[in-house]
T-cell receptor
Framework: AQSVTQLGSHVSVSEGALVLLRCNYS??????LFWYVQYPNQGLQLLLK??????LVKGINGFEAEFKKSETSFHLTKPSAHMSDAAEYFC????????????FGQGTRLTINP | EPEVTQTPSHQVTQMGQEVILRCVPI?????FYWYRQILGQKVEFLVS????????KSEIFDDQFSVERPDGSNFTLKIRSTKLEDSAMYFC????????????FGNGTRLTVT
């Protein structure tokens, strides 16, 4: 069985500061890992994905995430927060193969302070 | 850019009534999905659909739920006899292939059962 834990349901940072959103996963098979973002009144949009290639994955909008197998983590970072980054962020894991049965974390709401 | 569209954006229904949620996936995609998010809880997988049949479903997807692709463009989720606990945001998604191809989500339908 697979599971995802996102530490912190709400993270607040100042504009220009480092963004760090934490995600730990549990998987009995080599996982595929994803970060999705949800802006108000919109659907989930893929930020980036890890699929067993490079452990440091770069995504859209300046975000990146590093897969650390030893720590079972896939934390999302951005060096400098922008006001437009305010949204809800979801980490998800999938066993891969065929249809994607994503297992999501509970989400982290990111607030950017001016 | 092509997108997944869902209608209606908000549906209110009385307990025991049937409801149909509609989705138009991206036209060249082959895999279709329904996920839901009860307020304050995680996004949960309901069902995946490929080659005109259900490829996988979760424990949530019981006999009250059904999916259909009635023509070449629509993908519907039917709940036969709604319960209060079916109140949630329902997301449709599609992907071009299975495995690690990213899911494209619609903006969701908020279902309120009274």
């Amino acid at each position: 069985a697979q599971s995802v834990t996102q530490l912190g349901s709400h993270v607040s940072v100042s504009e220009g500061a480092l963004v760090l959103l934490r995600c730990n996963y549990s998987s009995s098979v080599p996982p595929y890992l994803f970060w999705y973002v949800q802006y108000p009144n919109q659907g989930l949009q893929l930020l980036l994905k890890y699929t067993s290639a490079a452990t440091l994955v770069k995504g859209i909008n300046g975000f990146e995430a590093e897969f650390k197998k030893s720590e079972t983590s896939f934390h999302l970072t951005k060096p400098s927060a922008h006001m437009s980054d305010a949204a809800e962020y979801f980490c998800a894991v999938s066993p891969g193969g065929g249809a994607q049965k994503l297992v999501f974390g509970q989400g982290t709401r990111l607030t950017i302070n001016p | 850019e092509p997108e997944v569209t869902q209608t209606p954006s908000h549906q209110v229904t009385q307990m025991g009534q049937e409801v149909i949620l509609r989705c138009v996936p991206i036209s060249n995609h082959l895999y279709f999905y329904w996920y839901r998010q009860i307020l304050g809880q995680k996004v949960e997988f309901l069902v995946s659909f490929y080659n005109n049949e259900i490829s996988e479903k979760s424990e949530i997807f019981d006999d009250q739920f059904s999916v259909e692709r009635p023509d070449g463009s629509n993908f519907t989720l039917k709940i036969r006899s709604t319960k209060l606990e079916d109140s949630a945001m329902y997301f449709c998604a599609s992907s071009p292939t299975g495995d690690n191809s990213p899911l494209h989500f619609g903006n969701g339908t908020r279902l309120t059962v009274t």
